[in-house]
């Protein structure tokens, strides 16, 4: 069983650049998210899909775009890399319902930005 | 937004001893969660609390829903060495399901051997 699956787990751009951060599932799970990581600040959520088609903006969503033609895949893309932007990136998925279902976290993408 | 506070932020204990986290909110929950991050990866879900002043176990780990709905609890009785890592709670700040999940700052636990 694969999971949530993020590619690549390293990347190193430069100022500037644009990239895609890939996430894909195969639960077949509605609701995808995508967060990033900081020290001391937790995990902020950047956009999130309740399905394929929808997407909406989190907490911190500037400078990030995302889509979700699939239901199995939510990518994340950088137009413009900032080193404010430097983090590591998490995709999750999970059931959609009333109720919070567990959250299925990938292992992350470390992206540092010169 | 919408922020959770955890305290302490770190921990260094011996193994065996027993560990006590919060996680306080300056506005009402209907959720509480409560993730473990083990180091490179992603955060796994513990526990998930529903209704305020519940009380849930899972092994070793005890986690409480406070009574204002703006706090929660997490023990862990006897810590081993898998017990490193940070935990994480969470809220959704919606009142449906996952959307806006918001997550705290983290309490990392270190185990001194």
């Known amino acids: 069983n694969a999971g949530v699956t993020q590619t690549p787990k390293f990347q190193v751009l430069k100022t500037g650049q644009s990239m895609t951060l890939q996430c894909a599932q195969d639960?077949?799970?509605?609701?995808m998210s995508w967060y990033r990581q900081d020290p001391g600040m937790g995990l902020r959520l950047i956009h999130y899909?309740?399905?394929?088609?929808?997407?909406d903006q989190g907490e911190v969503p500037n400078g990030y775009n995302v889509s979700r033609s699939t239901t199995e895949d939510f990518p994340l893309r950088l137009l413009s890399a900032a080193p404010s932007q430097t983090s590591v990136y998490f995709c999750?998925?999970?059931?959609?319902?009333?109720?919070?279902?567990?959250?299925?976290f990938g292992n992350g993408t470390r992206l540092t930005v010169t | 937004g919408q922020q959770l506070n955890q305290s302490p932020q770190s921990m260094f204990i011996q193994e065996g001893e027993d560990v006590s986290m919060n996680c306080t909110s300056s506005s009402i929950f209907n959720t509480w969660l409560w993730y473990k991050q083990d180091p490179g990866e992603g955060p796994v879900l513990l526990i998930a609390?529903?209704?305020?002043?519940e009380l849930t176990s899972n092994g070793r780990l005890t986690a409480q829903f406070g009574i204002t709905r703006k706090d929660s609890f997490l023990n862990i009785s006897a810590s081993i060495p898998s017990d490193v890592g940070i935990y994480f709670c969470?809220?959704?700040?919606?009142?449906?399901?996952?959307?806006?999940?918001?997550f705290g700052t983290g309490t990392r636990l270190t185990i001194i051997p």
């Open positions: 969470a809220g959704p700040i919606s009142n449906f399901g996952n959307e806006k999940l918001t």
């Open positions: 639960m077949n799970h509605e609701y």
């Open positions: 899909s309740v399905g394929a088609g929808i997407t």
């Open positions: 609390l529903y209704k305020a002043g």
């Open positions: 999750a998925s999970s059931y959609s319902g009333f109720y919070p279902s567990p959250l299925h």
